[in-house]
Protein backbone atom coordinates (compact mmCIF):
# COMPACT_ATOMS: atom_id res chain seq x y z
CA UNK A 1 0.00 0.00 0.00
CA UNK A 2 2.97 2.46 0.96
CA UNK A 3 4.23 1.89 -2.70
CA UNK A 4 1.35 2.43 -4.09
CA UNK A 5 0.60 5.77 -2.76
CA UNK A 6 4.37 6.67 -3.20
CA UNK A 7 3.70 5.72 -6.90
CA UNK A 8 0.42 7.72 -6.99
CA UNK A 9 2.40 10.69 -5.29
CA UNK A 10 5.09 10.87 -8.11
CA UNK A 11 2.54 10.55 -11.15
CA UNK A 12 0.74 13.12 -9.26
CA UNK A 13 3.53 14.62 -8.80
CA UNK A 14 4.82 14.92 -12.75
CA UNK A 15 1.40 15.71 -14.22
CA UNK A 16 0.95 19.04 -12.07
CA UNK A 17 4.95 19.79 -12.85
CA UNK A 18 4.64 19.34 -16.22
CA UNK A 19 1.79 21.49 -16.32
CA UNK A 20 3.26 24.40 -14.67
CA UNK A 21 6.03 23.93 -16.53
CA UNK A 22 4.71 23.85 -20.07
CA UNK A 23 2.28 26.91 -18.75
CA UNK A 24 4.75 28.82 -17.73
CA UNK A 25 7.41 27.95 -20.80
CA UNK A 26 4.54 28.61 -23.62
CA UNK A 27 3.90 32.09 -22.17
CA UNK A 28 7.02 33.08 -22.48
CA UNK A 29 7.40 31.49 -25.72
CA UNK A 30 4.62 33.30 -26.70
CA UNK A 31 7.09 36.67 -25.93
CA UNK A 32 9.22 35.49 -28.08
CA UNK A 33 7.09 35.59 -31.60
CA UNK A 34 7.24 31.33 -31.97
CA UNK A 35 4.39 29.97 -34.49
CA UNK A 36 1.98 27.62 -32.46
CA UNK A 37 3.79 24.17 -34.83
CA UNK A 38 7.01 25.02 -33.22
CA UNK A 39 5.91 26.14 -29.45
CA UNK A 40 4.06 22.00 -30.23
CA UNK A 41 7.22 21.12 -31.23
CA UNK A 42 9.91 22.87 -28.79
CA UNK A 43 7.97 24.22 -25.53
CA UNK A 44 4.85 21.89 -24.89
CA UNK A 45 7.29 18.96 -26.13
CA UNK A 46 9.91 18.89 -24.48
CA UNK A 47 7.82 20.41 -21.38
CA UNK A 48 5.65 17.58 -21.22
CA UNK A 49 8.83 14.99 -22.13
CA UNK A 50 10.17 16.66 -18.60
CA UNK A 51 9.12 13.71 -16.45
CA UNK A 52 10.56 11.17 -18.83
CA UNK A 53 13.61 13.22 -18.61
CA UNK A 54 13.55 13.18 -14.71
CA UNK A 55 12.65 9.15 -14.53
CA UNK A 56 15.24 8.09 -16.93
CA UNK A 57 18.05 10.67 -16.12
CA UNK A 58 17.42 9.52 -12.45
CA UNK A 59 17.15 5.92 -13.24
CA UNK A 60 20.68 6.00 -15.07
CA UNK A 61 21.93 7.83 -12.43
CA UNK A 62 20.63 4.72 -9.97
CA UNK A 63 22.09 2.06 -12.08
CA UNK A 64 18.51 0.84 -13.29
CA UNK A 65 19.70 1.13 -17.32
CA UNK A 66 16.46 -1.10 -18.05
CA UNK A 67 14.40 1.08 -16.40
CA UNK A 68 15.76 4.73 -18.42
CA UNK A 69 15.53 2.86 -22.01
CA UNK A 70 12.61 1.29 -21.68
CA UNK A 71 11.07 4.20 -20.32
CA UNK A 72 12.11 6.38 -23.35
CA UNK A 73 11.36 3.69 -26.21
CA UNK A 74 7.90 2.60 -24.61
CA UNK A 75 6.77 6.52 -24.07
CA UNK A 76 7.84 6.65 -27.73
CA UNK A 77 5.37 4.05 -29.15
CA UNK A 78 2.69 4.69 -26.40
CA UNK A 79 3.18 8.76 -27.99
CA UNK A 80 2.70 7.85 -31.80
CA UNK A 81 0.15 5.06 -31.59
CA UNK A 82 -1.70 5.30 -28.42
CA UNK A 83 -1.83 9.55 -27.95
CA UNK A 84 -2.08 10.12 -32.09
CA UNK A 85 -5.17 7.71 -32.21
CA UNK A 86 -6.70 8.85 -29.89
CA UNK A 87 -6.29 12.67 -30.73
CA UNK A 88 -7.61 11.33 -34.22
CA UNK A 89 -10.24 9.15 -32.94
CA UNK A 90 -12.03 13.04 -31.25
CA UNK A 91 -11.26 15.04 -33.88
CA UNK A 92 -9.31 13.81 -37.11
CA UNK A 93 -5.74 15.93 -37.72
CA UNK A 94 -5.38 18.14 -40.28
CA UNK A 95 -1.19 18.20 -40.47
CA UNK A 96 0.85 21.17 -41.22
CA UNK A 97 3.66 20.40 -44.23
CA UNK A 98 6.22 21.04 -42.45
CA UNK A 99 5.29 18.35 -40.48
CA UNK A 100 5.45 15.83 -42.94
CA UNK A 101 7.99 17.31 -45.48
CA UNK A 102 10.27 18.30 -42.03
CA UNK A 103 9.52 16.82 -38.51
CA UNK A 104 8.62 13.41 -39.33
CA UNK A 105 11.52 12.58 -41.39
CA UNK A 106 13.82 14.11 -38.52
CA UNK A 107 11.66 11.88 -35.47
CA UNK A 108 12.34 8.57 -38.48
CA UNK A 109 16.24 9.68 -38.60
CA UNK A 110 16.53 10.17 -35.11
CA UNK A 111 15.12 6.67 -34.15
CA UNK A 112 17.67 5.38 -37.36
CA UNK A 113 20.41 7.21 -35.27
CA UNK A 114 19.22 5.58 -32.17
CA UNK A 115 19.76 2.20 -32.86
CA UNK A 116 22.76 2.53 -34.80
CA UNK A 117 24.32 3.72 -31.89
CA UNK A 118 23.28 1.27 -29.68
CA UNK A 119 24.34 -1.41 -32.15
CA UNK A 120 27.03 -2.70 -29.62
CA UNK A 121 25.08 -2.69 -27.11
CA UNK A 122 25.19 0.33 -24.53
CA UNK A 123 25.41 4.23 -24.87
CA UNK A 124 28.20 5.92 -24.15
CA UNK A 125 29.48 9.40 -23.32
CA UNK A 126 30.58 10.12 -26.64
CA UNK A 127 27.27 8.77 -27.61
CA UNK A 128 24.79 10.96 -25.30
CA UNK A 129 27.11 14.13 -26.26
CA UNK A 130 26.27 13.57 -29.95
CA UNK A 131 22.46 12.83 -28.89
CA UNK A 132 22.39 16.34 -27.04
CA UNK A 133 24.17 18.47 -29.24
CA UNK A 134 22.01 17.51 -32.19
CA UNK A 135 19.04 18.36 -30.07
CA UNK A 136 20.86 21.74 -29.56
CA UNK A 137 21.07 22.27 -33.00
CA UNK A 138 17.18 20.96 -33.93
CA UNK A 139 16.06 23.40 -31.23
CA UNK A 140 17.85 26.64 -32.70
CA UNK A 141 16.99 25.82 -36.38
CA UNK A 142 13.28 25.36 -35.29
CA UNK A 143 13.63 28.79 -33.06
CA UNK A 144 15.39 30.48 -35.94
CA UNK A 145 13.31 29.35 -39.05
CA UNK A 146 10.24 30.41 -36.89
CA UNK A 147 10.86 34.00 -36.41
CA UNK A 148 12.15 34.42 -39.73
CA UNK A 149 8.19 32.91 -40.81
CA UNK A 150 6.88 34.77 -37.40
CA UNK A 151 5.20 37.66 -40.11
CA UNK A 152 3.01 34.05 -41.97
CA UNK A 153 2.67 31.95 -38.52
CA UNK A 154 1.85 34.70 -36.25
CA UNK A 155 -2.16 34.60 -36.87
CA UNK A 156 -2.47 31.24 -34.53
CA UNK A 157 -2.11 31.05 -31.02
CA UNK A 158 -1.72 27.60 -28.85
CA UNK A 159 -4.89 26.75 -26.52
CA UNK A 160 -2.05 25.92 -23.72
CA UNK A 161 -1.43 28.90 -23.43
CA UNK A 162 -3.68 31.39 -24.00
CA UNK A 163 -3.31 34.44 -21.70
CA UNK A 164 -5.42 37.71 -21.81
CA UNK A 165 -3.89 40.77 -20.44
CA UNK A 166 -4.50 41.08 -16.61
CA UNK A 167 -4.87 37.15 -16.54
CA UNK A 168 -2.98 35.83 -13.17
CA UNK A 169 -0.39 34.08 -14.77
CA UNK A 170 0.15 37.45 -17.68
CA UNK A 171 2.75 38.63 -15.52
CA UNK A 172 6.26 37.55 -16.07
CA UNK A 173 7.25 36.83 -12.50
CA UNK A 174 4.63 34.10 -12.10
CA UNK A 175 5.30 33.17 -15.53
CA UNK A 176 8.64 32.23 -13.83
CA UNK A 177 7.44 30.99 -10.78
CA UNK A 178 5.07 28.38 -12.83
CA UNK A 179 8.79 27.02 -13.87
CA UNK A 180 10.05 26.81 -10.83
CA UNK A 181 7.75 24.93 -9.05
CA UNK A 182 6.91 22.92 -11.99
CA UNK A 183 11.03 21.74 -12.02
CA UNK A 184 10.65 21.21 -8.83
CA UNK A 185 7.56 18.71 -8.52
CA UNK A 186 9.20 17.19 -11.64
CA UNK A 187 12.34 16.04 -9.69
CA UNK A 188 10.42 15.09 -6.66
CA UNK A 189 8.02 13.02 -8.85
CA UNK A 190 10.39 11.43 -10.51
CA UNK A 191 12.25 9.95 -7.26
CA UNK A 192 8.84 8.87 -6.04
CA UNK A 193 8.04 7.22 -8.88
CA UNK A 194 11.30 5.35 -9.85
CA UNK A 195 11.45 4.43 -6.20
CA UNK A 196 7.89 2.87 -6.57
CA UNK A 197 8.41 1.07 -9.52
CA UNK A 198 11.29 -0.48 -8.91
CA UNK A 199 9.83 -1.81 -5.44
CA UNK A 200 7.04 -3.22 -8.03
CA UNK A 201 8.81 -4.86 -10.17
CA UNK A 202 11.40 -6.57 -7.43
CA UNK A 203 7.91 -7.46 -5.74
CA UNK A 204 6.22 -9.15 -8.35
CA UNK A 205 8.99 -10.67 -10.49
CA UNK A 206 8.72 -8.30 -13.75
CA UNK A 207 11.50 -7.03 -15.25
CA UNK A 208 12.51 -3.28 -15.40
CA UNK A 209 12.53 -3.56 -18.71
CA UNK A 210 8.42 -4.36 -18.69
CA UNK A 211 8.08 -1.61 -16.03
CA UNK A 212 9.57 0.63 -18.03
CA UNK A 213 7.93 0.16 -21.03
CA UNK A 214 4.49 -0.01 -19.70
CA UNK A 215 3.55 1.58 -16.52
CA UNK A 216 6.74 3.93 -16.06
CA UNK A 217 6.05 5.03 -19.85
CA UNK A 218 2.57 5.39 -20.23
CA UNK A 219 3.10 7.45 -16.31
CA UNK A 220 5.09 10.12 -17.83
CA UNK A 221 3.32 10.42 -21.26
CA UNK A 222 0.35 11.52 -19.32
CA UNK A 223 1.32 15.21 -19.77
CA UNK A 224 1.12 14.77 -23.55
CA UNK A 225 -2.05 12.55 -23.76
CA UNK A 226 -3.62 15.77 -21.59
CA UNK A 227 -1.97 18.73 -24.12
CA UNK A 228 -2.56 16.56 -27.27
CA UNK A 229 -6.22 16.01 -26.17
CA UNK A 230 -6.73 19.69 -25.04
CA UNK A 231 -5.25 20.66 -28.27
CA UNK A 232 -7.77 18.42 -30.08
CA UNK A 233 -10.75 19.59 -28.57
CA UNK A 234 -9.82 23.05 -29.26
CA UNK A 235 -8.65 22.97 -32.82
CA UNK A 236 -5.21 23.77 -32.11
CA UNK A 237 -4.18 20.55 -34.37
CA UNK A 238 -0.79 21.83 -34.67
CA UNK A 239 -0.13 22.36 -31.01
CA UNK A 240 -1.30 18.19 -30.98
CA UNK A 241 0.78 16.69 -33.57
CA UNK A 242 3.75 18.92 -32.69
CA UNK A 243 3.72 17.71 -29.46
CA UNK A 244 3.69 14.12 -29.95
CA UNK A 245 6.32 14.67 -32.68
CA UNK A 246 8.30 16.83 -31.11
CA UNK A 247 8.23 14.51 -27.37
CA UNK A 248 9.60 11.71 -29.73
CA UNK A 249 12.45 13.29 -30.84
CA UNK A 250 13.07 15.06 -27.27
CA UNK A 251 12.99 11.41 -25.45
CA UNK A 252 15.56 9.99 -28.65
CA UNK A 253 18.45 13.22 -28.06
CA UNK A 254 17.41 15.01 -25.44
CA UNK A 255 16.37 12.15 -22.65
CA UNK A 256 18.93 8.89 -24.01
CA UNK A 257 21.38 11.24 -24.64
CA UNK A 258 21.02 13.04 -20.55
CA UNK A 259 20.79 9.53 -19.49
CA UNK A 260 23.94 8.23 -21.70
CA UNK A 261 25.74 11.01 -20.06
CA UNK A 262 24.42 10.80 -16.22
CA UNK A 263 25.33 6.86 -16.46
CA UNK A 264 29.07 7.18 -16.73
CA UNK A 265 29.11 10.60 -14.43
CA UNK A 266 27.37 8.55 -11.55
CA UNK A 267 30.33 5.99 -11.71
CA UNK A 268 28.91 3.74 -14.03
CA UNK A 269 30.72 1.86 -17.75
CA UNK A 270 27.54 3.37 -19.31
CA UNK A 271 24.42 3.03 -20.38
CA UNK A 272 23.62 -0.68 -21.22
CA UNK A 273 20.68 -1.12 -24.01
CA UNK A 274 18.63 -4.23 -22.49
CA UNK A 275 19.01 -7.08 -25.06
CA UNK A 276 14.83 -7.62 -25.43
CA UNK A 277 14.88 -3.82 -26.25
CA UNK A 278 16.92 -4.05 -28.90
CA UNK A 279 15.59 -7.43 -30.42
CA UNK A 280 12.02 -6.40 -30.28
CA UNK A 281 10.76 -2.74 -29.03
CA UNK A 282 13.41 -0.83 -30.71
CA UNK A 283 12.04 -1.79 -34.11
CA UNK A 284 8.39 -1.48 -32.83
CA UNK A 285 8.69 2.03 -32.47
CA UNK A 286 10.45 2.61 -35.91
CA UNK A 287 7.94 0.86 -37.05
CA UNK A 288 5.42 3.26 -35.45
CA UNK A 289 7.41 6.36 -36.60
CA UNK A 290 7.78 4.96 -40.07
CA UNK A 291 4.07 4.43 -40.25
CA UNK A 292 3.26 8.04 -39.44
CA UNK A 293 4.56 9.10 -43.04
CA UNK A 294 1.89 7.05 -45.44
CA UNK A 295 -0.85 8.14 -43.06
CA UNK A 296 0.12 11.60 -42.72
CA UNK A 297 0.79 11.72 -46.91
CA UNK A 298 -3.11 10.75 -47.28
CA UNK A 299 -4.66 13.74 -47.72
CA UNK A 300 -2.52 15.06 -44.82
CA UNK A 301 -4.57 14.13 -42.53
CA UNK A 302 -4.40 11.54 -39.49
CA UNK A 303 -8.04 10.33 -40.10
CA UNK A 304 -10.95 8.75 -36.84
CA UNK A 305 -10.31 5.13 -39.05
CA UNK A 306 -6.38 5.45 -38.89
CA UNK A 307 -6.53 6.88 -35.39
CA UNK A 308 -8.09 3.92 -34.81
CA UNK A 309 -5.54 1.58 -36.47
CA UNK A 310 -2.79 3.27 -34.14
CA UNK A 311 -4.68 2.48 -30.75
CA UNK A 312 -5.06 -1.12 -31.84
CA UNK A 313 -1.39 -1.24 -32.68
CA UNK A 314 -0.97 -0.24 -29.28
CA UNK A 315 -3.29 -2.62 -27.64
CA UNK A 316 -1.55 -5.67 -29.32
CA UNK A 317 1.89 -4.07 -28.34
CA UNK A 318 0.51 -4.20 -24.81
CA UNK A 319 -0.58 -7.89 -25.13
CA UNK A 320 2.93 -8.75 -26.39
CA UNK A 321 4.08 -7.07 -23.24
CA UNK A 322 1.79 -8.86 -20.91
CA UNK A 323 2.86 -12.22 -22.18
CA UNK A 324 6.42 -11.61 -22.37
CA UNK A 325 5.93 -10.63 -18.55
CA UNK A 326 4.44 -13.78 -18.05
CA UNK A 327 7.29 -16.09 -20.55
CA UNK A 328 4.10 -17.12 -22.48
CA UNK A 329 5.07 -19.58 -24.80
CA UNK A 330 3.45 -17.91 -27.43
CA UNK A 331 5.44 -14.24 -27.04
CA UNK A 332 7.63 -15.36 -29.90
CA UNK A 333 5.04 -16.89 -32.42
CA UNK A 334 2.78 -12.98 -31.47
CA UNK A 335 5.68 -10.64 -31.70
CA UNK A 336 6.88 -12.52 -35.19
CA UNK A 337 3.24 -12.06 -36.49
CA UNK A 338 3.25 -8.48 -35.59
CA UNK A 339 6.87 -7.31 -37.15
CA UNK A 340 6.71 -9.93 -40.07
CA UNK A 341 2.60 -9.55 -41.11
CA UNK A 342 0.09 -6.86 -39.08
CA UNK A 343 2.57 -3.86 -39.72
CA UNK A 344 4.09 -4.65 -43.32
CA UNK A 345 0.08 -5.24 -44.31
CA UNK A 346 -1.30 -2.10 -42.84
CA UNK A 347 1.82 -0.54 -44.68
CA UNK A 348 0.67 -1.57 -47.66
CA UNK A 349 -2.65 -0.76 -47.28
CA UNK A 350 -2.15 2.83 -46.39
CA UNK A 351 0.16 2.98 -49.48
CA UNK A 352 -2.72 1.78 -51.85
CA UNK A 353 -4.94 3.78 -50.08
CA UNK A 354 -2.72 6.89 -50.38
CA UNK A 355 -2.16 6.29 -54.34
CA UNK A 356 -5.42 6.00 -54.80
CA UNK A 357 -6.19 9.38 -53.36
CA UNK A 358 -3.06 10.61 -55.56
CA UNK A 359 -4.94 9.12 -58.90
Not at 59 to 73: E, I
Not at 88 to 103: D, F, G, S, Y
Not at 280 to 287: E, G, K, R, T
Not at 291 to 307: S, Y
Request: aromatic fraction near 6%; charged fraction near 10%.
Amino acid sequence: MLTLLLFVAGLAGLVLGASALVRGASLLALRLGLSPLVIGLTVVAFGTSAPELAVSSGAAAAGQAALAVGNVVGSNVFNVLFILGLSAMITPLAVHRQVIRQEVPVMIGAGLLVTALGWDGRFGLVDGAVLVLLLIGYTAFLVVKSRADRGATDAGRPGAADGEVGAWDSRLPVQIALIGVGLLLLVAGSQAMVSAAVQVASSMGVSEVVIGLTIVAAGTSLPEVAASIMASLKGERDIAVGNVIGSCVFNLLGVLGVSALVAPLSGHAALPLPPEVARFDLWVMLAAFVACLPVLLTNREIARWEGGLFLAYYVAYSAYLVLAAQRHLGTEAFADAMLGFVVPLSAVTAVVLWTRRRT
